[in-house]
């Protein structure tokens, strides 16, 4: 850890609050969550070995399938324009005589179950030869160009929160606990690649915003794994917010949006991450999957954080 880091965690110390809720908890909590929110976050087990949809076996702490929450896109409307997030209550941030050493012992507990679903016996190797994959009811008429989509939540009204604070409140911390979690879903998997792409913004919406969540995330997952980030991918078009088409209008908006930048010949042959938050219809990915294949890149597996299931 160099001088500054050493600054800042002096100064700004993390992990002391749950990123969610606010409730006090021990540093040591995995990805900085105390214990109801961690319970109530779906991490996917098993899903699509195509798309990544949890639609083959999902893992929910403690919750039964009859109580999971369901969102449409009139919900991300809703949130999109009214910038909604969770921000926890008074009773939870002045929470005292918090047993969090209880909380902290669970939560391993739980995340090591979740560990275990993986294990080293899946007998798979994606390493070194690509897969083909049967189809989901989501993906099976679909023509993704993308090999592989993983992702690592399902969304809900708490796995949201931590994206939507990302990328509307400007709270960039949270991309160095979405990189964590996706780092551990590459480990899971067993996987690797040889260079991690960030999905770009157009630069009108990056003014605004200030940041790329998306590069946020992709230079914490580069250094948690030592893949070198490219930014290769220019976003040509600033086009409409894809919430309120339907899969034919995504399709036009997007097409000829994206390019990849000159002098990125280092991709070609290659097998690359290329990173975003949200996997909701993979319109977006999958239009920046079609220019990386025809510029040459070998293999692309899409990692991104949050997905709804289909069910």
Same mark, same amino acid.
């Given at each position: ?5 050493? #600054? ?10 749950? =990123? ?36 083959? &076996?999902?893992?929910?702490? !403690? %919750?039964?399938?009859? !109580? ?13 324009? &009214? ?12 929470? +005292? ?10 939560? =391993? ?32 008429? %679909? ?22 604070? =990302? ?10 606990y979405i990189a964590q979690v996706m780092r551990d879903k590459l480990e899971f998997e067993q996987l690797s690649a040889d260079y991690v792409i960030p999905a770009p913004l157009h630069k009108k919406r990056m003014r605004t915003r200030g940041f790329n969540q998306a590069e946020k995330i992709a230079s914490y997952l580069s250094d948690y794994t030592k893949i070198p980030i490219i ?10 917010? @894809?919430?309120? @088409? &339907?899969?034919?209008?995504?399709? %036009? ?18 097998? +690359?991450? =290329?990173?975003?938050? #949200? ?10 999957? %079609?220019? @990386?294949? #025809? ?13 709804? &299931?289909?069910?």
């Amino acid at each position: 850890m160099n001088y500054l880091s050493l #600054i800042m965690d002096f100064f700004f110390p993390q992990n002391i609050t749950c =990123l969610i809720c606010q409730k006090p908890i021990d540093p040591n909590n995995t990805y900085s969550l105390c214990k109801d929110c961690f319970e109530e976050m779906t991490f996917i087990k098993e899903e699509c070995p195509k798309c990544g949809k949890p639609v083959i &076996n999902r893992i929910n702490f !403690e %919750k039964d399938d009859d !109580e999971e929450d369901k969102f449409t896109d009139e919900d991300i409307k809703e949130i999109e324009d &009214n910038c909604i997030i969770l921000t926890g209550n008074s009773e939870s941030k002045n929470a +005292v005589n918090l047993n969090i050493y209880d909380d902290e012992e669970y939560i =391993l507990e739980k995340f090591e179950e979740y560990k275990e679903g993986y294990g080293v016996n899946k007998n798979k190797d994606l390493s070194s030869s690509k897969v083909e994959y049967s189809r989901c009811k989501f993906c099976e008429n %679909k023509n993704f160009y993308f090999d592989r989509a993983i992702s690592c939540i399902e969304y809900c009204d708490k796995s949201k929160v931590l994206v939507l604070s =990302l990328k509307y409140y400007g709270n960039t911390y949270m991309s160095r606990y979405i990189a964590q979690v996706m780092r551990d879903k590459l480990e899971f998997e067993q996987l690797s690649a040889d260079y991690v792409i960030p999905a770009p913004l157009h630069k009108k919406r990056m003014r605004t915003r200030g940041f790329n969540q998306a590069e946020k995330i992709a230079s914490y997952l580069s250094d948690y794994t030592k893949i070198p980030i490219i930014d290769c991918i220019k976003r040509n078009r600033n086009t409409k917010r @894809l919430y309120a @088409l &339907n899969k034919f209008q995504r399709e %036009k908006e997007l097409k000829n949006a994206f390019e990849v930048k000159d002098g990125s010949e280092k991709i070609k042959c290659k097998r +690359v991450l =290329l990173i975003d938050d #949200i996997f909701t219809t993979g319109t977006t990915v999958n239009e920046i999957s %079609k220019k @990386l294949k #025809i510029y040459g890149v070998d293999e692309i597996i899409v990692l991104t954080f949050l997905t709804r &299931n289909i069910d």
